[in-house]
């Protein structure tokens, strides 16, 4: 990664911390995406300590909102002269029915049109700095999504915290087979990955999940060993010009669920996201 330039969303927390870490011990500096100004640079300079290197920054960034997506964009665009890999990281899992600024379910607003419209606006300098990687961190929960559009707009009586949350992964599964199809560069490459069940902040404290989480954490992975897939995929020579796959908490290539694999449900997504996102 030496002279090489990442760009990671969610790396203030989780495994996205770990990350950015080990990108930049690889040798690979630029940017990083968090969401808070103030928590953000701290996190910043105690990157900078612990990875013994000043080529990390923080590009602030929150996923639930479009026009802060677009104005991290644009700052990236005018800061930074090319990008290498970009690893859309962040996910939440909020408790209850929420909706982002725009108006959209705020789970999805987060974990899929933010990143969507990220990508889309950050695809051109990736092209032009190729070889480039676009990695997405999913989950195996993706299997369980059911592709729900209209309750992304609804009013939100139906809303099942964990029915949104895997709604959310199916997009992330389904926007990587899009996108890797309409890649033109075969050395510009899109993966996504499951991390495993991975001790984290990201289930909400208070819900059952919260309560099973806290019993089960024993059991999870480390954030360390989260993370490993999805340097594997910024990172492994193994995977160099391999685009479209899922893979396991393994770094083993696996199928997604066969409504992932669906072109119609995928292009309908495809549509719909660049609608809302205005794109």
Same mark, same amino acid.
């Given at each position: 990664m030496s002279e090489r330039i990442c760009l990671i969303t969610g790396a !203030?927390?989780? *495994?996205?911390? +770990?990350?950015?870490?080990?990108?930049?011990?690889?040798?690979g500096g630029g940017g990083r995406g968090?969401? &808070?100004? %103030?928590?953000?640079?701290?996190?910043?300079?105690?990157?900078?300590?612990r990875c013994n290197t000043q080529a990390i920054d923080i590009l602030e960034c929150d996923l639930a909102s479009l026009d802060s997506v677009r104005k991290a964009a644009e700052s990236y665009l005018a800061d930074w002269p090319r990008l290498d890999v970009l690893i859309n990281n962040a996910g939440i899992m909020p408790r209850g029915f929420q909706r982002?600024?725009?108006?959209?379910?705020? =789970?999805? %607003? =987060?974990?899929?049109?933010?990143?969507?419209?990220? =990508? #889309?606006?950050?695809?051109?300098?990736?092209? &032009?700095? @190729?070889?480039?990687? *676009?990695?997405? +961190?999913?989950?195996?929960?993706? &299997?369980?999504?059911?592709?729900?559009?209209?309750?992304?707009?609804?009013?939100?009586?139906?809303? #099942?915290?964990?029915?949104?949350?895997?709604?959310? $992964?199916? @997009? #992330?599964?389904?926007? !990587? /087979? @899009?996108?890797?199809?309409?890649?033109?560069?075969?050395? +510009? !490459?899109?993966?996504? /990955?499951?991390?495993?069940? +991975? %001790? !984290?902040?990201?289930?909400?404290r208070g819900s059952w999940m919260g309560v099973a989480g806290k019993l089960l954490r024993p059991f999870m992975l480390s954030e360390d060993r989260g993370s490993e897939s999805s340097l594997y995929l910024a990172l492994s020579d193994a995977v160099?010009?391999?685009?479209?796959?899922?893979?396991?908490?393994? $770094? $083993?290539?696996?199928?997604?669920?066969?409504l992932a694999r669906e072109l119609d449900a995928q292009e309908r997504l495809w549509t719909k996201s660049a609608q809302w996102v205005a794109l």
């Open positions: !203030t927390s989780g *495994i996205g911390t +770990v990350t950015a870490r080990e990108m930049a011990n690889a040798g968090g969401r &808070q100004g %103030a928590r953000g640079g701290g996190r910043r300079d105690e990157l900078r300590n982002s600024v725009d108006g959209f379910e705020l =789970t999805f %607003a =987060t974990n899929h049109l933010g990143p969507f419209l990220l =990508t #889309n606006l950050l695809l051109p300098l990736l092209e &032009q700095s @190729a070889p480039a990687r *676009i990695v997405n +961190v999913a989950s195996r929960a993706h &299997q369980r999504g059911v592709l729900d559009l209209e309750g992304v707009i609804d009013d939100g009586s139906r809303h #099942n915290d964990m029915r949104s949350y895997s709604r959310s $992964k199916l @997009a #992330n599964v389904m926007f !990587t /087979l @899009a996108l890797a199809r309409r890649l033109k560069n075969p050395e +510009v !490459t899109c993966n996504c /990955l499951h991390p495993g069940v +991975v %001790a !984290t902040n990201i289930i909400p160099a010009g391999s685009s479209g796959g899922y893979y396991d908490e393994h $770094k $083993k290539l696996r199928a997604p669920s066969a």
